[in-house]
């Protein structure tokens, strides 16, 4: 899918598809380089991170487990309120594992401090944060992040994983939406 593909849905292009995948490349480095002589579990978070983890994951040189979770937060509309429900938990045992938690964005970080928790709680050797793109409101929350991708504007954003009513997640870039289409 491309932007011919989506009419005029969207307002403007954020981050081209060299720009990511130029970014994960420098992404990838840093984590080969901070996890060498471990092994990592990458988790990701369905269904927005699909995108950011077989790109991050085929230009890791270590050897990687990779396993999902779904969790569904409940908010009004696009604001999430930190109050989660786990919809698919992990396959892995966490125990004394280096996981690495991949996402595609954090907002208010409401969703990953719950996340970053419920982790930690079973024991594991480490749990750090990778993701592709962060917006202002998460320097505000106390949520660390080791690898972020880009810092990006207070707006929503589709494509490369990313949705609005599901749609949008195929396009190989990040953009913003017409007005068009959330009064639709
Ligand atoms: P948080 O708990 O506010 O950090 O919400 C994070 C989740 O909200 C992400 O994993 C996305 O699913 C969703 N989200 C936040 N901002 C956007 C956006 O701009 N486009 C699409 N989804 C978003």
Do not use: C
């Not at 420098?26 to 978070?45: C, P, Q, R």
């Not at 004394?96 to 409401?110: A, F, K, M, T, Y």
Request: zero cysteines; a negative charge; glycine letters at 8%.
């Amino acid at each position: 899918m491309d932007a011919g593909d989506v009419g005029d849905d969207l307002a403007k292009v954020l981050l081209t598809e060299e720009q990511l995948h130029r970014r994960l490349d420098e992404m990838a480095s840093e984590i080969d380089a901070d996890y060498a002589g471990k092994e990592l579990l990458l988790v990701g978070v369905l269904k927005g991170a699909v995108m950011v983890m077989a790109d991050l994951a085929r230009r890791l040189h270590l050897p990687v487990e990779m396993d999902w979770m779904a969790v569904s937060s409940y908010g009004s509309g696009t604001r999430s309120s930190g109050v989660v429900r786990i919809l698919k938990d992990l396959d892995a045992d966490l125990t004394d594992r280096h996981v690495l938690i991949v996402e595609d964005i954090v907002d208010s970080g409401l969703t990953l401090t719950w996340l970053l928790a419920n982790l930690r709680s079973r024991g594991p050797a480490s749990v750090e944060v990778a993701t592709l793109l962060r917006k202002p409101s998460a320097t505000k929350a106390q949520v660390e992040i080791r690898y972020t991708g880009f810092p990006i504007p207070d707006e929503f954003v589709v494509g490369y994983g990313l949705d609005h009513a599901e749609r949008y997640r195929n396009l190989p870039f990040v953009a913003t939406l017409a007005p068009h289409v959330y009064s639709a």
